[in-house]
């Protein structure tokens, strides 16, 4: 089973609409994350989620919304798409720091290339 | 603010041959987490290690050893006996504790080209 997987893995769409990703991990971890990598393969990160609590606001523009229904789900709902929303958005999670050995590593699922036309 | 440097955008050698990817970074955490990733053709991100800031050994996994220099601020990646399927794009990346809500920073990328 794959520990963190995304759907769907290629989007293709026309600039104006409005799309989703979404997101899920079964490794029950806490803490889940959103990544943008641009046309230049940089990786930044966009939000984090811990227990459906929104942690990290990377000055996204608001037309991006994450939504956390439960902590193994982060969607990733974008408004009014723009040329420039093209990227490959990868989603991560980890679990939460416990006791004196912090489990950060982030695991990341395969990524969705969007394309906006 | 954190920074992490991979001066080698693009690196190629031929098989058999060992190859060492740079990282630098900053920061003015003095606890601190180094992660290696690498990114294949097929595009995921795929974690190779990761090291705490306290920790400076240097470690050995198979081909792949990683050597932690506090005082170079370096976090450098060796693959010895370089294999086509080493083929990808290798991610440094930075982070500071955070209760388990750590952000990753990542540099730029370098892409390793392995000749057969």
């Known amino acids: 089973d794959t520990a963190v997987s995304q759907t769907p893995k290629y989007l293709v769409t026309q600039m104006g609409n409005d799309k989703s990703i979404k997101c899920e991990q079964n490794?029950?971890?806490?803490?889940m994350y959103w990544y943008k990598q641009d046309s230049k393969k940089f990786l930044k990160i966009m939000f984090s989620?811990?227990?459906?609590?929104?942690?990290i606001n990377e000055t996204v523009p608001n037309r991006f919304s994450p939504k956390s229904p439960d902590k193994a789900h982060l969607n990733l709902h974008i408004n009014s798409l723009e040329l420039g929303d093209s990227a490959v958005y990868f989603c991560?999670?980890?679990?939460?720091?416990?006791?004196?050995?912090?489990?950060?590593?982030?695991?990341f699922g395969a990524g969705t290339r969007l394309s906006v036309l | 603010a954190q920074k992490v440097t991979q001066a080698q955008t693009e690196i190629s050698v031929v098989e058999k041959e060992d190859v060492t990817l740079d990282c630098v970074y900053e920061t003015r955490d003095t606890t601190y987490y180094l992660f290696w990733y690498k990114q294949p053709p097929s595009g995921e991100l795929v974690f190779l290690i990761r090291r705490n800031s306290f920790d400076e050994q240097n470690e050995i996994s198979g081909r792949y050893s990683w050597n932690f220099q506090k005082s170079t601020s370096s976090f450098n990646f060796t693959i010895t006996a370089s294999q086509v399927v080493d083929s990808a794009v290798y991610f440094c990346a930075l982070s500071e504790p955070n209760f388990g809500n750590e952000k990753l920073t990542f540099g730029t990328g370098t892409r390793l080209t392995i000749i057969p």
């Open positions: 490794l029950g971890h806490d803490t």
């Open positions: 991560a999670s980890s679990q939460d720091f416990t006791g004196e050995i912090a489990k950060n590593i982030q695991y």
């Open positions: 989620y811990n227990n459906k609590e929104l942690i």
